[in-house]
């Protein structure tokens, strides 16, 4: 069974700089995206990056493209979500989730699969993300 530990989160003055990590094992296959959603109170969840990883693709939601980063380390099994330009609006709890990938699912459209499903393989245990002006 895959297994997600979360750390990192914490405050920071809006355009600070936060990174976070979800260390992941029991995985199964070669054919995962691991990635991130949020969820801000009064709100939905909301899907914010992933990464494959058949090939190390890389996928974001346009609220986070050009200030978010999502990398994978193999050898630690661990993928990171560097946070760069802050906004208040990034405040919110942090989940990474891990979800195994049909073989018909294209390169092209993990990002859309992985966003749009519910029934993931693991979820993290959360991490708070504040922002403040």
């Known amino acids: 069974q895959v297994q997600l530990v979360e750390s990192g989160g914490g405050s920071v003055q809006a355009g600070g700089s936060l990174r976070l990590s979800c260390a992941a094992s029991?995985?199964?296959?070669?054919?995962?995206?691991i990635g991130w959603f949020r969820q801000a109170p009064g709100k939905e969840r909301e899907g914010v990056s992933c990464i494959s990883t058949r090939d190390d693709n890389t996928y974001y939601a346009d609220s986070v493209k050009g200030r978010f980063t999502i990398s994978r380390d193999n050898a630690k099994n661990t993928v990171y979500l560097q946070m760069n330009s802050l906004k208040r609006e990034d405040t919110a709890v942090y989940y990474c989730a891990a979800l195994r990938l049909p073989s018909f699912v294209h390169t092209s459209f993990v990002g859309i699969y992985f966003f749009g499903r519910t029934d993931f393989d693991s979820w993290g245990q959360g991490t708070q993300v504040t922002v403040s002006s």
């Open positions: 029991g995985f199964t296959s070669d054919d995962y995206a």
